[in-house]
């Protein structure tokens, strides 16, 4: 069952399988919007307030990007496992089978980290790499997600 869940200034969605951002087919989108066009993400989108979107080819590594309008990614263009963000608007996305979605927020500060963390991921520091790139870019503090 897809649903949304806002909390403070973040909203989220958390999709089942006949959402999922990732499918084979959709991999080929290399712009954003032709991902948006692709049914059924442009009304989760809107629901979202998204003004952006993007999403990795995931690749269970311990690879992330900070996408802002000045760096943003376009969909399915770079491999990674995170995304980081304090841009009000960008939707940042990410798939799992049998890996699970970690997000993280900040409470002091507008930034947010998706993670896809399968084992070899998680058993690599995915989540700890995570937490520091949102420290380095952001300064924001740990005890604060």
Do not use: K
């Not at 930034?111 to 963390?117: D, L, S």
């Amino acid at each position: 069952m897809a649903q949304i869940i806002r909390h403070n200034r973040y909203a989220f969605f958390f999709g089942g399988q006949s959402t999922a951002f990732a499918p084979q087919s959709l991999q080929q989108l290399h712009r954003e919007a032709d991902l948006r066009a692709a049914a059924p993400y442009a009304p989760i989108l809107d629901q979202l307030a998204a003004m952006r979107c993007t999403i990795l080819r995931q690749t269970h590594s311990t690879q992330g990007y900070a996408v802002s309008e000045e760096s943003f990614i376009e969909p399915y263009t770079h491999e990674g496992d995170y995304l980081i963000t304090n841009t009000p608007g960008i939707a940042l996305c990410v798939a799992t089978a049998d890996c699970a979605p970690i997000i993280l927020y900040s409470t002091a500060t507008p930034a947010v980290a998706v993670i896809h963390a399968g084992w070899r991921g998680a058993h690599a520091g995915i989540i700890e790499r995570a937490v520091e790139h949102l420290a380095r870019e952001y300064a924001i503090t740990p005890a604060t997600l």
